[in-house]
């Protein structure tokens, strides 16, 4: 659906860009567990992707990250059906909205099962709206913009090691290897309230966003990351399923969960004057 003027409008145009997404998911259960935890979900039609790592033991994790997920689908899908994600900051707004309702539903489950009593997620979303995307996280699943061939991390753990990092009390090489890695300072269920992180990115052409849990980052470093995003970015699924093989090649500690958003930049439509080249739209097949 490409947005047109209405007739009768004679109000000048200027060319801009029209964006269309393509993306793509896929989740393993890795080498050393018995079940997945991770959930994701992922659209282009929609513009959304959420990835959810799950905690507190095979069912109480799947049922946390899996209800995470839904919610923010839902929550954001209505946002849009409403017309309250015009702007990136609107988006921001949403997901925040979005991901402290789950953070409730998930603390109450855990409250209400014994089984469940310490279930959790971590969260990464991505919303996509005219050129801009929100982006949001809680825990250490992580967000990454490749553009012009340079792997950018968009998001920062909320981890211990990472708070360490901060510090300078240990190395790079130093927070890979420790025990503490897997320690989350927020997440999802754990406490009555949760802080989401959210920011908004300018997309343009070219950009690939990749949302991915600790099983792919904790077994391939960030480096060998980008080299499959420059080598197969053009084929999403192929780069998926690298980075999933080399998770597994590397150990495969945990589940691996990797959704990929390719940004498009198809032709030139005509835009009203006034509005910025920058401009751009969604368009829906």
């Known amino acids: 659906m490409r947005l047109r003027r209405a007739d009768g409008d004679i109000r000048p145009f200027h060319w801009r860009c029209v964006i269309r997404l393509e993306a793509y998911g896929h989740s393993d259960v890795g080498l050393k567990r018995a079940g997945n935890e991770d959930s994701y979900y992922c659209s282009a039609e929609e513009g959304l992707a959420v990835v959810a790592d799950g905690m507190g033991g095979h069912a109480s994790g799947e049922v946390a990250s ?10 954001v899908l209505a946002a849009f ?5 015009s702007s990136g900051e609107e988006l921001c707004g949403v997901l925040d909205s979005a991901i402290r309702e789950a953070n409730d539903s998930i603390f109450e489950k855990g409250g209400a099962a014994v089984k469940a009593s310490r279930m959790g997620t971590t969260i990464a979303a991505f919303v996509f709206c005219g050129d801009s995307a929100a982006i949001a996280h809680v825990g250490d699943s992580r967000v990454y913009l490749l553009r012009d061939g340079v792997l ?3 998001t920062q753990d909320h981890s211990l090691v990472n708070e360490q990092l901060k510090a300078n009390l240990i190395s790079v090489e130093e927070a890979r290897t420790s025990i503490y890695r897997h320690i989350v300072t927020r997440a999802l269920g754990m406490k009555k309230e949760v802080e989401p992180e959210t920011q908004t990115v300018v997309l343009r052409p070219g950009d690939l966003v990749l949302l991915c849990s600790d099983g792919l980052f904790d077994m391939v470093k960030d480096e060998a ?6 080598e197969h970015g053009g084929n999403l699924k192929k780069a998926v399923h690298r980075l999933i093989d080399l ?3 590397n150990g495969g500690e945990d589940n691996i969960t990797v959704v990929l958003i390719s940004v498009k930049g198809e032709g030139r439509e005509r835009g009203e004057e006034g509005e910025a080249d920058r401009t751009t739209m969604l368009t829906m097949e």
């Open 66 to 75: 899996a209800l995470a997920v839904k919610i923010i689908r839902d929550r």
């Open 81 to 85: 059906g409403a017309g309250a994600c």
């Open 152 to 154: 950018h991390p968009l």
């Open 225 to 230: 990351i980008k080299n499959v995003l420059v």
């Open 247 to 249: 998770a597994n090649m």
